[in-house]
């Protein structure tokens, strides 16, 4: 049910990028893809919904040939901001699928060096923070002996958001307070532990589809924390982001990838149910259809490249000190480009 298969795909695709040393630290990055050329990085869930139509339709080869260019696209299945950003800092990646916070921390910590910068939303999701603890209705009664599962502990979009939640609530000095128990997990692994019950985990901050089959699995697990409540509404918590070599040496290949995206963004919206068989037949695994279709169908998510609701994150983690730039407008973070511009 949780895409054991994928699980092992991951696993294999981390290994053999750090076997190849391609997942080195540091700001030292490789050569990037000539143009023509373009590997993208994603994880897991729905919220790659836009990419997984752009592979199966061909999207991306199509604006390239449009353009003039025959484009080589290549999609690596990776797990948790850290090891994303590290593949697009050590240059095996072009363009990497990863939460606004690790948007955020790469940004910051690669301005006026390599730039890194957002590309394009995803569009905007619900994240629900479950848990299958009955003693835990709120984050105030999670205690030492609950493991919060996420993808990336401390800079995952979802681990932000905790400490969003956790800042209002304690205040700002204590904004990482819940860090010391949360644990790096796939999405898919921490979906089986809530639903299964009777592991350490008894929290998964995750995702669709995850977090609704942890609701319909397990009749204890409940929703502890919505993402929009903490972000004041609807926000775009999973985006693309490149650096800013990468966009200037190949400027086709990027364009017709943004110009991709939102083709895909307006498929979906429009045709629901094809979208719903192509994440089963791209991202593999038996998630129920029909649950897939309601997700994608839900009001309270958009499929949209235009990001929203993004730089009040930003803010936050420079107000507490996790970054040390501050973000003041939309640009300072995102390129400059007509799919994108109007986003906030």
């Known amino acids: 049910m949780f895409q054991t298969s994928r699980r092992r795909l991951v696993r294999k695709t981390i290994a053999a990028l750090a076997t190849a040393g391609l997942l080195a630290g540091g700001l030292s990055a490789t050569a ?71 948007l955020f921390t790469l940004w910051d910590r690669t301005k006026g060096r390599q730039n890194v910068k957002g590309v394009a939303s995803l569009g905007n999701f619900p994240y629900y923070l479950v848990s299958n603890n009955p003693a835990v209705k709120t984050i105030a009664d999670f205690t030492d002996k609950d493991r919060i599962a996420l993808p990336a502990v401390g800079v995952s979009v979802q681990s932000r958001v905790l400490q969003m939640a956790s800042a209002k609530l304690w205040g700002d ?10 644990v790096a997990l796939p999405h898919p692994d921490a979906a089986a532990a809530i639903i299964k019950g009777g592991t350490e985990i008894t929290g998964h901050f995750g995702n669709p589809p995850f977090q609704e089959q942890e609701l319909a699995g ?6 502890v924390l919505n993402s929009y409540d903490v972000l004041g509404g609807p926000a775009s918590a999973t985006v693309l982001y490149a650096t800013e070599k990468f966009r200037n040496e190949s400027p086709k290949t990027y364009k017709a990838f943004v ?55 930003g803010q936050f983690l420079h107000r507490v000190g996790a970054i040390k730039n501050q973000p003041t407008a939309l640009k300072d973070y995102f390129f400059d480009d007509a799919h994108t511009a109007s986003g906030n």
């Open 32 to 102: 990037h893809a000539a143009e023509g050329q373009l590997r993208i990085a994603q994880q897991f869930g729905i919220v790659y919904l836009l990419l997984n139509v752009a592979q199966e339709n061909k999207l991306i080869e199509k604006h390239g040939k449009a353009a003039g260019v025959d484009i080589k696209v290549e999609f690596l299945q990776l797990s948790g901001g850290s090891a994303v950003n590290d593949a697009l800092l050590s240059g095996n990646i072009d363009i990497a699928g990863a939460g606004v916070g690790p």
């Open 173 to 182: 000095k204590e904004f990482n307070r819940l860090d010391k128990i949360q």
């Open 218 to 223: 397990n009749p204890k697990a409940k929703i």
């Open 259 to 313: 110009d991709a995206l939102d083709e895909a963004a307006k498929f979906v919206s429009a045709n629901p149910e094809k979208a719903a068989d192509i994440y089963l037949k791209v991202a593999g695994g038996n998630t129920d259809r029909a649950l897939l279709l309601k997700i994608i169908q839900n009001p309270e998510v958009q499929f949209k490249v235009r990001p929203e609701n993004t730089l009040g994150m």
